[in-house]
């Protein structure tokens, strides 16, 4: 429906008026729908190929039984492992269905009309959709090599900032910042401002200088460090993740959080995956083993990418990526097209399995040549 034709745009928050919605990576049944094709391959979404591990499996069929019943409602025994695993206080995790929605609770908290968030170019969309929702002002630095330039970020801070958001590492370029260089940021913003470091990914990170933020909470309470289950640990159809952060931070985030915003199937998936550490291991050498496959490829068909440490790798084809992806979908290969971050050329492409990553090789390789 266009917005000349919907009668209750005057009656609309002005902000929700020209908001774009999150478009997210097409269904398989979607393609298979429209084009007829019985046996695509979606590397779209940054899923974990392997799925769910087998302690996650088996938490989830021992409750099948008692889904007549309302989740704990403050996930209490899952807040209780994640601290333990993390080494903070209860007090100090905040449940959402998928990170998302944490990131969407720290917006209504702490952003207004009248307020402004920063974040970067090429950073996930959510960040400007969050700020548009409440009516606060987006204010967006220019990237530095496709990644957060922290100069250009803490040039657009000001009285009004109330709100910094950063992806480590970044989505969709997997782009990421070492330890010292976020920590300075974070110890020169204003204590009035809080930060969000978003690491949805950070499972997949080797990199020896890369930070684990968590570790920070106590020398600065403006920080939320934001974590899913829906990568690395392969639940991405149950929505859970958790935000870590001051104790007084999370009370403030809990009191406008939805009432059993985290289902019983996620709280107990999430308690057994938490543990279940040979199944990340798994799935971090699958991912190092087709990040190798795709890159190969790329360097073999002279393609420009983007280094990433992240589940996925977005490649430069030179030219607008808009056709290309058409004619990859009608081969039955569903990849991303970023043209809506500022990146027209590029496709996101996430790692799958072996047999999947070669089949986009493949498919790339036919269309390219055309």
Not at 36 to 58: F, H, M, T, Y
Not at 107 to 124: K, T, Y
Not at 263 to 274: H, K
Not at 318 to 334: C, E, F
């Amino acid at each position: 429906m266009s917005q000349t034709d919907n009668p209750f745009l005057s009656i609309a928050a002005p902000w929700a008026t020209g908001l774009t919605p999150y478009v997210p990576g097409k269904p398989v049944s979607e393609l298979e729908r429209d084009l007829g094709i019985r046996d695509a391959v979606k590397l779209a979404s940054n899923e974990n190929p392997l799925g769910p591990g087998s302690r996650a499996q088996d938490a989830i069929a021992t409750l099948l039984a008692e889904l007549g019943r309302y989740p704990d409602g403050s996930g209490f025994e899952l807040r209780r492992v994640l601290a333990d695993y993390h080494i903070v206080s209860p007090t100090a995790i905040t449940l959402g269905n998928g990170s998302n929605d944490v990131l969407d609770l720290i917006a209504r908290v702490f952003l207004q009309p009248g307020a402004e968030s920063v974040f970067s170019e090429h950073a996930f969309t959510v960040y400007s959709i969050a700020t548009q929702c409440v009516g606060a002002t987006a204010r967006i630095a220019k990237a530095r090599d496709y990644g957060h330039d922290l100069d250009a970020m803490a040039s657009l801070v000001n009285d009004q900032t109330r709100v910094v958001w950063i992806a480590n590492p970044n989505n969709p370029t997997g782009t990421w910042l070492p330890a010292d260089a976020l920590k300075s940021f974070i110890g020169a913003l204003p204590r009035a401002c809080m930060v969000v470091v978003d690491e949805a990914y950070t499972d997949y990170v080797s990199e020896p200088d890369f930070p684990n933020t968590t570790h920070w909470i106590e020398a600065f309470p403006n920080l939320i460090v934001t974590r899913t289950f829906s990568k690395a640990h392969g639940l991405a159809a149950l929505r859970i993740g958790y935000g870590i952060s001051d104790a007084r931070v999370a009370d403030l985030l809990n009191r406008v959080r939805q009432p059993f915003n985290v289902n019983a199937l996620a709280q107990v998936a999430a308690i057994a995956a938490i543990s279940d550490r040979e199944h990340v291991r798994a799935s971090v050498e699958l991912n190092r083993a087709g990040m190798r496959q795709l890159t190969g490829a790329f360097e073999r068909l002279g393609l420009a990418y983007i280094p990433s440490v992240g589940n996925f790798v977005t490649v430069d084809l030179g030219r607008s990526a808009s056709p290309i992806n058409d004619a990859l979908l009608r081969r039955g290969v569903i990849v991303r097209p970023v043209g809506n971050y500022g990146l027209p050329n590029h496709l996101r492409i996430s790692i799958g399995l072996a047999d999947e990553n070669a089949r986009f090789i493949a498919a790339l390789e036919e269309v390219l040549a055309q």
